[in-house]
């Protein structure tokens, strides 16, 4: 069982940065693929960013690449535990959206429907 819990988002004018927090944990997240997912109102969720765990490899979707960061460290206070971030720098409006915090079993697709665990959501408001 895999658990994700989210921080970070909140508003901010265009141009500005957010950083984006996910403590991801569970006893077979090691084989996981971990992921950022964001969702506008009327519209699909759609991935941002990718990696498999234990591999150097991060994808990145058009529309945020060069802008996005993911990055990846151990929780040195947990057993089987992860901190996921993602940095978002030169915002647009259009990056507005719930941003989401994802997790399944390696390969790493960009579909949301293969990925069962998710975190609860954090909003970003871009004006």
């Known amino acids: 069982h895999v658990q994700l819990v989210e921080s970070g988002g909140g508003s901010v004018q265009a141009g500005g940065s957010l950083r984006l927090s996910c403590v991801v944990s569970?006893?077979?997240?090691?084989?996981?693929?971990m992921a950022w997912f964001r969702q506008a109102p009327g519209k699909e969720r759609e991935g941002v960013a990718r990696t498999p765990l234990g591999s150097d490899t991060i994808d990145y979707s058009d529309s945020v690449k060069g802008r996005f960061e993911l990055t990846i460290s151990r929780d040195s206070a947990k057993i089987a535990a992860y901190m996921m971030y993602l940095q978002m720098n030169s915002l647009k409006p259009e990056d507005s959206a719930m941003y989401y915090c994802?997790?399944?079993?390696?390969?790493?697709?960009?579909?949301?429907?293969?990925?069962?665990?998710w975190g609860q959501g954090t909003q970003v408001t871009v004006s």
């Open positions: 994802a997790a399944r079993p390696q390969p790493c697709t960009w579909s949301a429907g293969d990925f069962r665990s």
């Open positions: 569970g006893n077979t997240i090691a084989a996981y693929c």
